[in-house]
């Protein structure tokens, strides 16, 4: 099932709704103490504990931790900084019976949970706070961010003042952008989501692993999908794209390409086509259920003339790396509806402007006014519908940082498109298949050995 992802405002509007139904907001921050004391406890015993409590209601959690575990035994001391300042927090603190000592004076110790700011952080951290907790937390073998590391922005995943790294975040009551976007997402090793009996419906959720399944038994070659690569001054890239879409699951791949290029599998058939009009005859074929131009296509003026092909086809389409050049100098006016797009973050901006918000709310924004599905590429890679869907994929290998992985991924898009007809969730498998097989290959691989883990990413979902 899907991880659903909540905003700031979003998890407000969700407890709001839960104490509209009667239940005190003070049995939320006991639910949620209890919850994120259960995770410590078995993640580190009977460990010395330091429990770092802020002025909120993320420092009221801190309490009712540290009263859970030291009830278990657990040899705990609180830090805190300044009063507590809400009602919740303040019945927290009253409820725990131990001395509370002051922050800038607190000793390490081997766990350290660090509940100071969740979702109401307001700006950084005084430089005093954030060199004190760095330091608390590389001196600890262990160490726990309650809800959020403080000095994470919530919404967009920013780091607004030094943040050190965590063992783990617990998340509470559901997943916020910072535990999926990065700089924030990489500051936690492990990430484990709490419940705290809050219902979290969202449109944005966590990237899920797919369920595939197997062509049925009628199956044949163009039942399962026939894949067009549009192909242009480079054939290697066109050649990845094409043969990572034969690898994922489609029926056929043609490459329709002016090079006369021989290798690669012998299952991907070359149309030559040496002009935009023979490219134009190649694409009135009406078995082709996708088509996709970018990879290796070049910027010149036959690259133009080839796209320009393509986007009057009438095929549904998935426009990658130079198609997305191109069309950030003609303007996104010329896009078909319903396409998908694959840009990083180069072309994302050439497409769309500098827009505002987090990584998500520019990926849905440049989803609405293209009306396409968009893949805003990297490190947190975000899928957005023009509907108002969105999957994030976090902790992707950073070993794809290598030449041909994009090429690669838009052959996924375009076999998983061929193959479901649905666009939001043919680039969510594909973006998940793509990690996979990146995470199967292990370290120092290269775009072609992603190709050969396809099929095991796939069966793994079957
Ligand atoms: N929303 C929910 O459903 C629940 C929220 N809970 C907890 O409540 C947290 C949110 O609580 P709050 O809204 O009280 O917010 P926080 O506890 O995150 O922080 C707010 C407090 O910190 C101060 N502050 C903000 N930025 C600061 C800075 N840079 N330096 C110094 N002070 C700063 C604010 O003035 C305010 O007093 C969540 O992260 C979670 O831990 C849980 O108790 C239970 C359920
Ligand atoms: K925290």
């Not at 896009?335 to 827009?355: C, D, N, S, V, W």
Request: proline share 5%; charged share 20%.
């Amino acid at each position: 099932m899907a991880t659903p992802v909540l905003t700031a405002a979003g998890m407000r509007a969700a407890e709001q709704a839960v104490i509209a139904s009667g239940v005190p907001e003070y049995e939320l921050m006991e639910r949620a103490g209890a919850a994120a004391a259960e995770i410590i406890w078995r993640a580190g015993g009977l460990r010395d504990t330091l429990v770092l409590c802020g002025p909120g209601n993320n420092g009221g959690d801190g309490f009712v931790i540290a009263r859970l575990l030291r009830a278990r035994g657990v040899p705990v001391r609180v830090a805190a900084l300044g009063d507590s300042r809400t009602s919740s927090a303040i019945q927290a603190r009253a409820a725990w019976a131990g001395p509370v000592e002051a922050f800038n004076d607190a000793e390490p110790a081997a766990q350290l949970v660090d509940a100071l700011f969740g979702t109401g952080l307001a700006r950084e951290l005084d430089d005093g706070i954030a060199a004190q907790l760095h330091d608390l937390v590389s001196m600890a073998s262990h160490s726990y961010a309650i809800d959020l590391p403080s000095g994470v922005e919530t919404d967009s995943g920013a780091l607004l003042s030094p943040v050190p790294h965590f063992g783990m975040g617990i998340a509470l009551g559901a997943l916020k952008p910072a535990h999926l976007l990065f700089p924030a997402a990489d500051r936690m090793t492990r990430l484990v989501c709490a419940d705290i009996g809050i219902a979290a419906n969202s449109s944005i959720c966590r990237l899920a692993p797919p369920s595939v399944y197997a062509p049925g038994t009628e199956a044949h070659k163009y039942s399962r999908g026939l894949v067009a690569v549009v192909g242009g001054e480079m054939a290697g890239a066109s050649l990845l794209a094409s043969h990572a879409a034969a690898r994922s699951g489609a029926g056929m791949v043609r490459r329709i390409a002016a090079d006369a290029y021989i290798g690669g599998p012998d299952a991907i058939v070359t149309d030559f086509a040496k002009t935009a009009t023979e490219v134009e005859h190649s694409l009135q074929d009406k078995r082709l259920a996708v088509v996709l131009v970018g990879p290796g296509l070049g910027r010149n003026k036959d690259a133009q003339a080839r796209l320009d092909v393509v986007l009057k086809s009438g095929h549904p389409l998935v426009l990658d790396a130079d198609a997305l050049n191109i069309l950030g100098e003609i303007g996104i006016a010329h896009l078909p509806q319903q396409a998908i797009l694959t840009p990083h973050e180069a072309e994302f901006t050439r497409l769309f402007g500098q827009l505002p918000g987090s990584k998500i709310d520019r990926a849905l924004d440049a989803a609405r006014r293209s009306r396409c599905v968009v893949v805003y590429k990297g490190a947190g890679t975000v899928i957005a519908a023009p509907d108002g869907r969105a999957a994030v994929a976090s902790h992707g290998s950073s070993w794809l940082s290598t030449a041909g992985t994009g090429d690669v991924l838009a052959g996924i898009v375009a076999s998983r498109l061929a193959v479901m007809r649905d666009g939001f969730q043919a680039a969510c498998e594909a973006v998940w298949l793509h990690g996979e097989a990146a995470r199967r290959a292990g370290a120092a691989f290269i775009a072609d050995d992603l190709i050969e883990r396809l099929p095991e990413a796939i069966a793994s979902r079957l």
